[in-house]
């Protein structure tokens, strides 16, 4: 039975509006903030459950979220205090849209919105880690919507520092199985159906792969309508789930679009063994943006912290006074090691592989994980950039000794230094025209030449991100934005989609700059635009929304 909802505190500078939701130990209200203007979900610990645990544990949380608040996949927290009723509370940011668990029981999710939300997520996770964070309550009612259509990770009420004990009997698990519609009375500081074996242990010992296995289970509910140990038809209780998790029988997904390596990617992640698992929330999303790549989607970017990329040894001595960034860096897609395969096995044994492909930092904004040495074929139509790299000598190889010189003859010896003059002056010319024509960029296709750890340049060539132009135009029940290409190649189109409404949208062509969306019904409204150049579409599409 649902326990009544406190009453709304009467805090200075906000306006109450109504209850959102009510937890085990508080409550959730949405509020008008006068300024700013905006509303504003509020978070206010019950008066029962005011003990100077549960006030810490409240404190901890508040502190958590703001660590991470900047993560554009992690709500955002604004300010916390006591209220004049003397409860604890938080402002966060208000997300308007239903949260994953409300969506996969009404809607069919698709693959591409599956897969991008999947990357999007683990971005957010591996943001956490990198704080040292552990979540450990990742499933799809703690993913909301933001009001454009992103995924935003919230409730970091069990949360804490990797080395921190874990918090048992924090709430029920008939709470945590109203998604499987089973209910008993015990209390275990977790969400069953989507938990880890090593959390059923008398002495849990989560690490980030506890995390990673959650993910896992969070995507394969959207995608199949279920949890992934349930079993439609059959006992469904705590002890089956457990059981059933601990000895890693997942039920087999019933539809037929998900691909195989979409499917194998989902049983390494929810291995029941956590070596076997994926390492890293990172590499989880890589091995997503795997298959983005073989469905031949545009690959989702992975928005992570500077701080998750390895810095090179240094012998500086004043290197401990070097101040580190904390940015948010982007991980574009990389090509699998091999052509997909056609059945799960391999296809698991090649994202196995993907940890250990190398690491290239570009600048302080973006990291592109190359493939590893002599890599097969990957089909260019499934590529949104291309990468080159060049062969580089290995540091460790003794460069050959050079051979010697044979003696030349007087008259020969002047032609030869003749034809070094015009091989010269030749080579001056080139450069001369090449800056001419080109600028500084010698790269052709204005790439941007980047240097490696060696020296070596590694070209990209990107399709340009569309630009809005000017706010869209509303009349009447019609709304239109204008989109330009910054850097237009002949061919150049736009292709774009409604991305905050059903997963279904379909994908339209424009021919001209202007996108009309009809029958406007006076709701935010959000598109995805993307220039298509040879098959290809932009790496990172404009995301406009209305109002």
């Known amino acids: ?75 955002t927290i604004y300010q916390a205090d006591v209220a004049s009723d003397d409860r604890p509370y938080f402002v966060m940011e208000y997300c308007s849209g239903p949260s994953l668990g409300e969506r996969y029981k009404r809607e069919t999710f698709s693959v591409a919105d599956a897969l991008r939300t999947g990357v999007r997520l683990s971005s957010a996770v591996a943001t956490a880690h990198a704080a040292g964070i552990l979540h450990r309550d990742i499933k799809p009612g703690n993913v909301l919507s933001n009001d454009y259509g992103w995924p935003a990770l919230t409730d970091f009420g069990i949360s804490s520092a990797v080395d921190d004990e874990l918090p048992l009997h924090t709430q029920t698990v008939g709470a945590a199985l109203a998604d499987t519609g089973s209910s008993t009375g015990q209390s275990i500081g977790m969400s069953v159906p989507w938990s880890p074996p090593e959390m059923f242990e008398d002495d849990p010992q989560p690490d980030f792969r506890s995390d990673v296995f959650s993910l896992a289970a969070t995507i394969y509910t959207i995608l199949a309508g279920q949890t992934p140990f349930e079993v439609r038809g059959r006992s469904n209780g705590t002890l089956d789930l457990i059981g059933r998790i601990e000895r890693g029988a997942i039920t087999p997904m019933e539809r037929t679009d998900v691909p195989r390596s979409l499917i194998a990617v989902l049983q390494k992640g929810m291995a029941s063994d956590r070596e076997d698992r994926f390492a890293t929330a990172v590499d989880f999303a890589r091995a997503l943006q795997r298959v983005e790549l073989e469905l031949g989607y545009t690959p989702t970017s992975i928005e992570v912290p500077n701080l998750l990329v390895a810095a090179p040894d240094r012998d500086d001595e004043n290197s401990d006074d070097e101040t580190r960034v904390r940015s948010v860096a982007t991980i574009e897609a990389q090509p699998a090691s091999g ?13 196995s592989a993907a940890a250990a492909d190398e690491t290239l930092v570009r600048g302080a904004q973006s990291i592109i994980a190359q493939p590893p ?13 291309t990468i080159v790299r ?23 010896r002047s032609l030869v230094g003749v034809f070094i003059a015009i091989g010269a002056v030749a080579l001056v010319a080139v450069v001369v025209v090449s800056v001419v024509l080109f600028g500084s960029q010698a790269v052709p296709g204005g790439a941007d030449p980047t240097p490696t750890s060696s020296g070596a340049p590694v070209v990209v060539a990107k399709i340009p991100t569309p630009e809005l132009v000017g706010t869209p135009a509303l009349d009447g029940t019609t709304l239109t934005f204008t989109v330009d290409n910054p850097d237009p190649v002949d061919g ?56």
């Open 1 to 75: 039975m649902r326990r009544a909802a406190s009453q709304p505190p009467e805090l200075p500078g906000y306006t109450f509006v109504k209850l959102l939701g009510s937890g085990g130990f508080s409550d959730v209200f949405l509020y008008d903030q006068k300024l700013p203007k905006r509303r504003v979900a509020v978070k206010v610990l019950l008066t029962e459950e005011l003990t100077s645990a549960n006030r810490a544990a409240f404190v901890a949380e508040a502190n958590l979220m703001a660590q991470l608040s900047a993560h554009p996949y992690i709500v």
């Open 373 to 385: 040495a002599a890599p097969a074929r990957v089909d260019d139509s499934l590529a949104s950039e």
């Open 492 to 547: 150049d189109s736009f292709v774009w989609r409604i991305s905050n409404r059903t997963a279904s949208e379909p994908v339209r062509p424009i021919t001209g700059d202007k996108i009309t969306v009809k029958d406007y019904d006076g709701s935010v409204l959000c598109i995805e635009v993307s220039v298509l150049r040879s098959g290809k579409t932009s790496s990172t599409p404009l995301e406009a929304c209305y109002p």
């Open 390 to 412: 060049p062969r580089v000598q290995p540091a460790t190889e003794a460069a050959p000794a050079p051979a010697p010189e044979p003696e030349v003859a007087p008259k020969r």
């Open 339 to 351: 052509p997909p395969s056609s059945t799960s096995g391999s296809v698991a044994a090649s994202v």
